[in-house]
C-alpha cells in the first residue's frame, strides 16, 4: 500500500485528509461562498495536490515526481473540496432564498411548493 500512497497510512491520513484535507474544505466553501462556478475546484486542487505532495516529500522523504501518490492525494482533495462545495451551495440557496427554495436533503435543494 506504501507504493501506492507514496508514504505510510499515518502520514497520508495526517497530511493529505487532515491538514491538506482541511484546507481542500474550506476552498471548497470558499468557491461556493463567493459564488464562483464549480469547475474552479479542478485548478485550485490539482495546486494543492502539488503541495502536499511537497511536504510529504520534504518531511516524510515521499517520492515527489510520483503520479500515481500524486492522483490518488488530489484526487482525496477535489473530493473533499467538492463536498464542501455542494453543502455551501445547498446550504445558500436555502437560507438567501427562503421563499423559492426548500432543502430536499443534505445535497439538493428544490423550489418551494405552494
Known amino acids: ?14 497530511i493529505t485528509v487532515v491538514l491538506f484535507g482541511g484546507a481542500a474544505f474550506m476552498m471548497g466553501q470558499a468557491i461556493a461562498g463567493t459564488w464562483r462556478p464549480g469547475w474552479q475546484i479542478l485548478p ?4 494543492l ?8 516529500f520534504a518531511l516524510f522523504e515521499g ?10 492525494n488530489t484526487a482525496v482533495l477535489i473530493g473533499l ?8 451551495k445547498v446550504h445558500k440557496m436555502v437560507t438567501q432564498y427562503p421563499w423559492l427554495y426548500e432543502r430536499m436533503g443534505l445535497f439538493a435543494w428544490r423550489p418551494k411548493s405552494s
Not at 1 to 14: A, K, N, Q, R, Y
Not at 49 to 56: D, M, T
Request: aromatic share 16%.
Open 81 to 88: 473540496a467538492l463536498l464542501a462545495y455542494r453543502l455551501t
Open 63 to 72: 517520492p515527489f515526481g510520483a503520479l500515481v501518490p500524486y492522483l490518488i
Open 49 to 56: 495536490g502539488i503541495a502536499n505532495q511537497f511536504l510529504i
Open 1 to 14: 500500500m506504501e507504493d501506492i500512497l507514496g508514504t505510510t497510512w499515518p502520514v497520508f491520513i495526517g
Open 44 to 47: 485550485y486542487g490539482l495546486m
